[in-house]
């Protein structure tokens, strides 16, 4: 079919940035990512003229307040192991606005992403325009990069998008696109001032991915949580699957850089399963994933093969969530900015380390519950942590290190285990030295049994760490394709439109001349 006669831009686009440093300025130049517009329509608008490029592939869509990327990460391993090709769209990014879109669970090249940001920056600017004329706000950041990863996923072309939401549900950017299977992970508070004050409020905006024709998989929620979930599924007219009523965690045990779970899945139960992240919320999130995966592939009927399962899930790996960057000491960063995800990674970490003595960093940005992290950081580590740091990122929302010094005394801490210092270079110093502070053997030191600094409050300062200390060796791609299974006939069970193909001639006429969610 052919495109919308828009413009004619045969000469290319004027002044489009020629790298990714371009680009992304280009984006931060739009409204702010920490202020989203609650609108469908410039979005759905904009896509339009780009032929709807976010049904070009069948969609899983991911929506809660914790676990989100995670959960999409080991959805997207085991789609692979299957020998689909792949689209990943999560945020914010860690290191390089490339990560948020990824093809085959590699961040999408620097040379595609320059090239269809220049190839769509024409459809973007009528849209601009457009919006200006009628006294709305022009495309945000969020916008804008959510319109290019839905460009980038039809160039490639991707087979299976897994797609997470930036903020909510109902008014994202993210929800034009007609989900297959839609994943709610946990739902807490976080947000509050833009999603609701409670569990159930926040819950009303996140049912909006839910859409007819899918199948909603969500993990244990809050009873009110629950409900509204179950009544919008129930008002789509769509199959709906709980974690703690149809599937679910039966066993985990420690294992070697992660765990060795079993999981109830909607078809069939899964038994030894190496899952290479720390933490039972990631156990959790596995089964969440599980279930999604059988709904997806087989309408929560077919049992997954199980040594594609394993193959996949062998392969997990989610930057800046409980990540080791070194070694005597155990350096461990997390990305948890919210009271319940630093619950969870307390409670990760006491189960998974055995430290003698725990240094903490800690980095919150202006709009997070930065009285409440603290305190919860006091409820799990009071006991062992006798040092705290605290600094601030290079993000400019981020609180300055003195008011949170302050805030960490009022959570418990003693005035002489507090240290505040703006550098997070000099904060990881202090929090290492004050680790190594300890007599550990060469034995302790290995296994994370000795002295250890976990930094954790913001996905920004997880960025500043991972530049600084450097980012370990992520796992190689899946290799082996599905054991006698084509990928062909799996999208055929779900169902594959040509219809809803990308106009190719629209980009084809074009010259070739991107924080929220965890």
Not at 287 to 301: C, D, P, R, S
Request: negative net charge; glycine residues 10%.
């Amino acid at each position: 079919m052919s495109g919308p006669e828009m413009i004619d831009p045969s000469q290319g686009h004027v002044g489009a940035p020629t790298d990714v440093a371009g680009v992304y300025r280009d984006l931060l130049a739009r409204a702010p990512e920490n202020r989203m517009q609650p609108r469908t329509e410039p979005m759905r608008r904009v896509l339009s003229l780009l032929g709807e490029p976010q049904h070009a592939a069948p969609v899983i869509h991911l929506t809660g307040t914790n676990g989100k990327t995670s959960t999409a990460r080991m959805i997207e391993a085991v789609l692979r192991s299957y020998g689909l090709r792949t689209g990943r769209y999560t945020s914010p990014h860690l290191e390089q606005v490339t990560e948020r879109i990824s093809i085959d669970g590699e961040p999408v090249s620097e040379e595609t992403f320059v090239r269809i940001w220049a190839e769509i920056l024409p459809m973007i600017e009528v849209v601009d325009a457009q919006l200006e004329a009628d006294g709305q706000p022009r495309l945000t950041y969020f916008e804008a990069l959510t319109t290019l990863a839905f460009a980038v996923f039809a160039d490639e072309p991707v087979e299976v998008l897994v797609l997470e939401v930036g903020l909510g549900g109902v008014t994202d950017a993210t929800n034009v696109a007609d989900a297959a299977v839609s994943v709610v992970t946990p739902i807490s508070l976080d947000h509050t001032e833009l999603l609701g004050d409670t569990e159930a409020q926040i819950a009303e905006e996140k049912a909006g991915i839910i859409k007819p024709g899918g199948f909603l998989v969500s993990a244990a929620q809050q009873t009110d949580a629950a409900q509204v979930l179950l009544d919008a599924a129930r008002a789509a007219d769509v199959p709906f699957r709980f974690q703690g009523v149809e599937f679910g965690v039966t066993g985990r045990s420690l294992a070697v850089g992660g765990q060795q779970i079993s999981v109830q899945g909607l078809a069939a139960h899964y038994d030894e399963l190496t899952l290479p992240l720390y933490g039972e919320h990631q156990a959790q999130n596995a089964a969440v994933a599980i279930a999604a995966l059988e709904a997806f592939l087989g309408g929560g009927e077919r049992e997954l093969e199980i040594e594609l399962l394993r193959e996949g899930l062998a392969q997990v790996a989610s930057p800046g969530r409980l990540e080791v960057l070194r070694t005597a000491p155990t350096v461990i960063v997390d990305a948890a900015h919210n009271p319940d995800g630093v619950r969870v990674a307390a409670e990760a970490v006491k189960e998974s380390f055995g430290f003698t003595r725990l240094s903490l960093v800690v980095g919150v940005l202006a709009e997070k519950d930065a009285r409440g992290m603290l305190a919860a950081l006091y409820r799990e580590f009071g006991d062992l942590v006798d040092d705290v740091a605290l600094t601030q990122s290079t993000s400019p929302r981020a609180i300055p290190a003195g008011e949170l010094a302050a805030l960490t005394i009022d959570a418990g801490w003693s005035e002489d285990d507090v240290h505040a210092t703006e550098s997070v270079p000099d904060a990881i110093e202090w929090a290492v030295s004050r680790a190594e502070s300890v007599e550990n053997s060469a034995d302790a030191l290995a296994s994370g049994t000795g002295g250890g600094v976990l930094v954790i409050g913001s996905i920004t300062l997880a960025a500043d760490v991972r530049q600084l200390l450097g980012a370990p060796a992520a796992p190689g791609p899946v290799t082996v394709a599905a054991r006698g299974v084509d990928p062909a006939d799996l999208l055929g069970a779900i169902g594959d439109d040509e219809d809803d193909d990308i106009d190719q001639d629209v980009l084809d006429t074009l010259d070739d001349d991107p924080e929220v969610g965890r």
